[in-house]
């Protein structure tokens, strides 16, 4: 493989995983293609199989395409690796600060149209960095919305650093996500309408239940809420856990964190691998068939960058969110405690707009519908996109970003 630009975060993580995912799929269907006409093939109930056409199949020809597949996989990683792309957009300026974590304001970006509008707070993951919101120009919510008029305020959390080591998700809600929500409110006058993306908005939802004088309006945008369900490969794993007893994975935890201080990025990135194994070979033979400095491979190349350069997690905020929430699923049980008390949906009586990706891998939506049916006035939004299209895909200004900018219009923001 070519050697990566000096600029470029590297490669996929865990690139072995990937390759070995891909090298094992297209082997089990190059094992599979001369049974590929039998009646008893287990081909997907969504698939318009010609099963006559399919008589004789040469596998010849399977071994070829199998090949073919695989080289344009290398092709992407090297055509991602090699891409000139950097990204230009700077931070606007700070209006809040505590540890590694700040408050950016953007109604000071240069596409605001009203630097003093009604202040948004913005609460992202903690897994990612928070530029996702922020990614490039032109796929940039914070700056559309504070070009409708609006004031996005992004909880920009940072990489946890030693002031952070022992924070769990509580901390972070009392250290870090309140005196953030103080000082928007300060900001407004008034309590501020509250958006989060992704587990973000499941912090949101904390936050809207526990101190609900704070919050004007809640949106959560892809936020996993009810951990239960145990479908596709995700939902297998949390039920293998819960088969053994969650001693065995929080022991897995403490070990990590042992031997490098924090819970290490390359663990969250082998988890949101195995959520769909051939995922990213799928991605990369798709850039391998695009322009290289085409508009489209720009954004791919964009998108690669930001997914490789997560940020390291404390043991005890991974805990709670890798085994209470995921394994004991705590937020849809009553079991999650957070900014002095245990989360009631039910006492977060704002308007509320929940926002659910019909492809979403990350919080599908039977993790991300049951909170439409929790908070007591929420709207539901089924957008059809993924979990990173809803902030940045093509659909998304459509599918998101209009629908949340008229909701914010007419509920504080």
Partial sequence: MARAAPHRV?????????????LS????????APRADSPGFPWAASLEVDRAALAGLDTIEVALEV??????TV???????????????AAPPAVWRAGCSRLLDFGQAPEAARPDGPPVLVVPSLINRSYILDLAPG????RWLAGEG?????????????EEADFDLAAYGARRLLPALARACEIAGRPVPLVGYCMGGTLAVGAAARVPEAVAALVTIGAPWDFAPAHGLAGGVRASIRAQGVARAEALLEAQAQAFGMIPVSLFQFLFALVNPI??????????????????AELFVALEDWVADGVPMPLGAARDLLLRWQIENAPATGGWHFLGGAVDPARAT???????GASDSIAPPPLALPLAQVLPRAELVSARTGHIGMIVGSAARSAVWRPLAAFLAAHGG
């Fill in 350 to 356: 704002q308007p509320a707009l929940v926002f659910s």
């Fill in 150 to 162: 609006l004031r996005p305020l992004l909880v920009d959390w940072g990489e946890p650093g030693p």
């Fill in 75 to 89: 092709r992407g990683l090297e055509i991602w690796q090699q891409h000139p792309y950097r990204r230009s957009l």
């Fill in 67 to 72: 090949a073919a597949r695989l080289g344009a």
């Fill in 139 to 142: 796929r940039s919510i914070l």
């Fill in 10 to 22: 590297g490669e996929p993580s865990p690139l072995v995983l990937h390759l070995g995912a891909a």
């Fill in 279 to 296: 995922q990213a070979a799928l991605k990369f033979q798709k850039l391998a068939r695009l322009d290289p400095l085409g508009p489209a």
């Fill in 25 to 32: 799929a297209y082997g089990h269907a190059l094992l599979a």
